[in-house]
């Protein structure tokens, strides 16, 4: 999600699930389920579902602890899921009724969230008055205010110790995990500098790299600050629709293949393939605009084999309803590029969800992940109130939607509303971060699919891709 720029551990409680598993489609004021309904048909806060997607579980955020929901990483039985106030931690042994381990306070958005080991690394994008947990916000035109990554060590995951703070330019919008044998690269991507703002000067062209000792995470510090753009950058104009497109002042997200050694930036005005051989040395080895149809580049996804990448265009900052006919289908959407053995990009097509939603939902593309399906490209994606999209890229030109979630406008049930920030696949479920309505539970019942069952993880950082081993 972009926010703009607005000028601890307080508490680690274990609570106990119990109350806490509600499907928000069961209470008494929202209608029932219903298979095969979506977009203007539904009802407030009602859910729409394919007949190929179950709804096993939702637990409400615990007000006024949790805040906006956001990004999810994953480490054995558990899922670490981040909000705008901290994060949660499940143990999602039991994926249909998950226990709450922890749930830690620790304010500053959007805690965008990766897990290493024993590691959990927080992403820290709002002017805070100090390093703790107990921080207040402060604006960012005074030096003294504080942005970065935290990090905390969960090896206790009923009992998290928070160990560290790392400030850095611009604060954290997002992080990426990039693996060594002996200490952790974490890219901070961040952006929206100003001349006003001591710790975020104009251009910010950049990314700051982290790096984690893995046995002592307490001397981590910034060890680089690459310059990605030393042209500038995009620098921004007008669609031919009359939206603008954002000029490149940094990095909104990046998501590395270590196993190929490359990474795929999303850089607001840039699409970018980057060298990652040397992971404090990034570089930048192939560039692809789209100023037609593209207003934000805002994430990337590999597919396994890593001959395609897809972006994520965030029209209007994910608080703008996109996916009507008005639009179109080219905005606000996904774009498909065949990616070569030399790391050259080639367009093929845009995938968007054509399940018209209401002019009152905010609904782009948003955070996905691959279903591991051998021979095929399965991902499942994030539309905010769009919902949860199940769709097939196998022909990179010819990409098909094959099941779906979703609910219909916010009534303000279950603590707001916004839709769903990330939806990702793991051991076998769907694991869904709603903004206003919590946390979900999703089983893809589709025979053609069923493959992915079998494919186990003992880890998914989904902005830190692995390959998966197909079956």
């Not at 954290?172 to 990039?178: E, I, P, R």
């Not at 200490?183 to 700051?208: F, K, L, M, N």
Request: net charge negative; hydrophobic share 30%; charged share 15%.
């Amino acid at each position: 999600m972009r926010l703009f720029r607005t000028v601890g551990i307080a508490a680690a409680a274990a609570l106990a699930a119990s109350g806490l598993g509600v499907a928000s489609a069961g209470a008494a004021d929202v209608p029932p389920e219903v298979v095969g309904a979506y977009g203007t048909a539904l009802a407030p806060d009602q859910v729409g579902r394919s007949a190929n997607v179950q709804h096993l579980f939702n637990t409400p955020h615990v007000t006024p602890v949790d805040g906006t929901g956001s990004d999810i990483a994953f480490s054995g039985n558990k899922a670490f899921v981040g909000n705008y106030n901290g994060f949660v931690i499940y143990d999602v042994t039991n994926a249909a009724s998950p226990e709450v381990l922890a749930r830690v306070s620790c304010p500053g958005s959007q805690n965008d969230i990766t897990i290493s080991g024993d590691l959990l690394y927080l992403s820290t994008d709002s002017s805070r008055s100090d390093t703790s947990c107990a921080s207040t916000t402060s604006p960012a035109t005074l030096k003294e205010s504080w942005e970065g990554i935290k990090i905390f060590d969960v090896s206790n995951p009923r009992v998290p110790k928070y160990i560290k703070a790392v400030e850095t330019a611009c604060g954290s919008h997002t992080n990426t995990l990039v693996p060594g044998k002996k200490s952790d690269y974490i890219y901070v991507s961040s952006y929206s500098p100003r001349a006003e703002y001591p710790d975020c000067q104009p251009p910010h062209d950049s990314i700051s790299i982290i790096e984690v000792p893995k046995k002592s995470p307490t001397d981590a510090k910034v060890v680089a600050v690459p310059n990605l753009f030393p042209d500038g950058g995009n620098p921004g104009g007008t669609q031919p629709s009359g939206d603008g497109y954002s000029a490149t002042t940094g990095c909104h997200d990046i998501t590395a293949y270590p196993s190929r050694k490359i990474a795929a930036g999303a850089c607001m005005g840039d699409g970018v393939i980057m060298d990652i051989s040397n992971p404090v040395a990034p570089k930048v080895i192939e560039t692809v605009r789209d100023t037609t149809n593209f207003a934000f580049w805002h994430s990337a996804t590999f597919n396994n084999d890593g001959t395609k990448v897809v972006f994520t265009d965030e029209l209007g900052g994910g608080g703008r309803a996109t996916c009507n006919a008005t639009v179109g289908p080219n905005r606000g959407a996904n774009a498909i590029y065949d990616l070569s053995s030399s790391n050259e990009l080639t367009f093929k097509s845009y995938y968007k969800i054509s399940r018209h939603q209401n002019d009152s939902e905010n609904c782009v593309a948003h955070n996905g992940s691959l279903i591991p399906v051998k021979g095929r490209d399965v991902m499942v994606q994030s539309w905010y109130m769009g919902g949860t999209s199940i769709w097939d890229f196998t022909d990179s030109a010819n990409p098909r939607e094959i099941g779906y979630f979703e609910r219909g406008p916010n009534g303000g049930n279950g603590g707001g509303g916004g839709g769903t920030w990330s939806s990702y696949y793991y051991n076998g479920h769907i694991f869904s971060s709603d903004l206003g309505k919590g946390f979900d539970v999703l089983k893809v019942t589709e025979p053609s699919l069923q493959s992915a069952t079998k494919v186990k993880m003992d880890e998914l950082n989904p902005q830190s891709q692995p390959v998966y081993k197909t079956r």
